[in-house]
């Protein structure tokens, strides 16, 4: 292409380049001196769609430059790109023709809030969990390795997940001779020594290409000379090594032999662009060191980057929620006893605990984000004599599964598990569904499994779990408690123990046909059954504030079971393994299922990716709607 076509085919300067970037391509064909506005449009860009449809902001707006020089320097999609967790791909998102689509991020039907392998050819692997990125990206550089292939793979890694073993697994396995790039983003704690005056020249030199080319150069020079060449450069290069490490500390990556470049201004284009190029050049295992400001370009998000790190849609009502009530309730239960302790992994504001750690910081925890070391932590505390209570998501509690069974279940450690975002999570999308954790807890002996669906539920459930001293699991939804749930099944009061709670159907009629159901999807049922009632099929509900151990649950029901009525056994987690599986093999043992016909609402054998402009529970099939439908079944209608 002529320079005088590729003018033509460039906007003006009062036009905006995003809307023309179709692919990466695009990007490239794009004069260096746009990129000061490109980014700045971007940010824009940025600031606009996840203010309106929430997200993380922070965190996408500190990785503009960085997002922006990696598709100038590689060539996705032959090249690899893998970002930690995902959540900060919305540039990346953006520069490979998802421009269009980007006013649909997190919505039903719309693009993904991470990286998404069936969403575009540019999301080489999927994410959505922190830590996992370098062992998947040294699966694509080993892979392209015998395969003969010149592809570089390059992960971006918040600092933040150092925290997590898996980065620490997969550094131990990189080898010399990939075509890898690690670029460590560095927006909150450090990771290196290297700082000071010495080391700031140091980064400064090295952003320059002359550094580079003088570097090699003279190691070439020395090398070549007879006879005493090799043995010359190693001397000097241990020397100099010896020197830096006795000034400024041994640099962990290339203690690990890993070629190691930075640290540098992450939001400085040229300097993060000139680093990639020379790493490229090496085609070796190579490490970016880059040290970027969350919320760049975005005052409020600058000032406060933890608040703009993962933000609610627009005219979201803030409301008390599960989280912050629980961290309440622990230092409540603190005072009664002082050998409560509470542990987070790195989630000590999404799980409610900041109020537990102001008020009782010699008794919290922030491990980091190493949820199973978070878990056995606890199990070493319990054996100690003390009461750990683990905040954990639910979706996160899966990394923690051996921890569960071999250290807490097994030893029979009095671990209380606080189990947040559970059930059905929109916006955020399958990788943070918890619809999996009644399953696998389920199978575990000795452990107990609660679920509260009122505040004063949640506080009852933790001080029976606590006094207990035994392994148990408290499982609460994302938001706050439902008033509709709370003023049918809790018109007399909150409660003082945790059991089965009975709602009967209008005018004090039989029940055609009942619902056994537990958690948030409670107002679900409660939906179906005037739906149903405006029909004439009165419906009653038996509402589930724990669920194992099962046997127990089977007979407290069975006391409530009108002789031949069908039953629906509701939920919005997994079918296989979960509640309404366990419970009707419990209720089939102690003989109270027979003579009622009986079905399994749930989520079939899905993740449940939200395809449809609609509701999560409509999307997994387990809705008001769907309830009546199956309710209708069992009755023949």
Not at 120 to 140: P, V
Not at 186 to 211: C, D, P, Q, V, W
Not at 435 to 458: E, K, R
Not at 519 to 541: H, S
Request: charge should be negative.
């Amino acid at each position: 292409m002529s320079q005088q076509k590729r003018a033509a085919d460039q906007p003006s300067s009062a036009e905006k380049y995003l809307s023309h970037i179709q692919s990466p391509a695009d990007l490239r064909a794009l004069p260096a001196e746009a990129m000061p506005a490109l980014c700045a449009e971007l940010r824009e860009t940025l600031v606009e769609t996840v203010t309106e449809n929430g997200g993380h902001l922070a965190s996408n707006l500190g990785a503009v430059e960085l997002s922006v020089a990696m598709h100038r320097v590689f060539d996705c999609p032959r090249d690899h790109f893998i970002f930690d967790v995902g959540h900060q791909s919305y540039v990346h998102k953006l520069l490979t023709g998802r421009y269009e689509a980007f006013s649909t991020l997190r919505k039903g039907g719309g693009l993904s809030g991470f990286t998404k392998r069936s969403e575009s050819e540019y999301d080489c692997f999927g994410a959505g969990h922190s830590s996992t990125s370098l062992s998947a990206a040294l699966g694509f550089a080993q892979g392209d390795r015998m395969s003969g292939s010149e592809a570089f793979t390059v992960a971006v890694i918040g600092d933040g997940a150092f925290t997590g073993g898996m980065i620490h697994e997969a550094l131990n396995n990189v080898t010399p001779g990939l075509r890898l790039i690690i670029i460590i983003n560095e927006n909150e704690m450090s990771i290196s020594k290297n700082i000071g005056r010495f080391a700031t020249h140091m980064a400064r030199l090295r952003r320059k290409s002359g550094y580079f080319k003088t570097k090699k150069g003279i190691s070439r020079f020395i090398k070549r000379i007879p006879l005493i060449g090799g043995g010359l450069f190693r001397a000097i290069r241990d020397t100099k090594k010896a020197f830096k490490n006795a000034m400024y500390g041994s640099n962990y990556f290339e203690d690990l032999g890993l070629y190691y470049l930075g640290p540098a201004d992450g939001n400085d284009y040229e300097a993060v662009e000139a680093l990639l190029t020379e790493a490229k050049k090496l085609n070796d295992s190579v490490v970016i060191h880059l040290k970027t400001r969350k919320g760049k370009g975005y005052a409020p998000a600058e000032a406060e980057p933890g608040r703009y790190h993962g933000m609610p849609p627009k005219g979201s009502v803030s409301v008390e929620n599960f989280s912050h009530r629980l961290g309440e309730i622990l230092i409540c239960e603190s005072q009664r006893d002082d050998r409560i302790c509470a542990i987070t992994a790195a989630m000590s504001e999404g799980t409610g605990l900041e109020s537990f750690r102001a008020a009782r910081p010699d008794r919290f925890f922030d491990v980091g984000i190493a949820e199973e070391h978070a878990l056995t932590f606890a199990a070493g505390l319990a054996a100690d004599g003390y009461k750990p209570v683990t905040a954990i998501y639910s979706s996160f509690m899966q990394r923690g599964y051996d921890q569960i069974i071999h250290d807490i279940a097994l030893q029979n450690l009095p671990v209380l598990m606080c189990i947040d975002r559970a059930g059905l999570n929109p916006g955020d999308g399958p990788t943070h569904h918890g619809i999996f954790d009644v399953s696998f807890l389920s199978a575990i002996p000795n452990l107990t499994i609660y679920t509260p669906v009122t505040f004063a539920g949640l506080a009852v459930s933790v001080r029976r779990a606590l006094e207990a001293g035994i392994p148990a699991a408290i499982r609460y939804p994302n938001g706050g408690e439902d008033d509709r749930i709370r003023d049918t099944f809790y018109a007399d009061g909150d409660p003082m123990d945790v059991g089965v709670r009975e709602s009967n159907p209008e005018n004090h009629a039989v029940p055609a046909a009942i619902i056994i159901t537990h958690g948030r999807i409670t107002r679900e049922a409660l939906t179906a059954r005037e739906t149903l009632a405006a029909e004439g099929i009165p419906v009653g509900i038996l509402l589930c504030e724990y669920l194992k151990p099962y046997g127990k649950l089977a007979d407290e029901i069975a006391a409530r079971l009108p002789a031949d009525v069908p039953l629906l056994f509701a939920e919005e987690e997994l079918r296989a393994g979960g509640f309404g599986m366990m419970l009707t093999d419990a209720m089939r043992r102690n003989g109270s299922l027979e003579g009622h016909a009986y079905t399994i609402l749930a989520t079939d054998d899905s993740f449940v990716w939200q395809d449809k402009p609609e509701s999560v529970f409509r999307t997994a099939g387990v809705d008001a709607e769907a309830m009546a439908a199956r309710v209708k079944g069992l009755l023949g209608k």
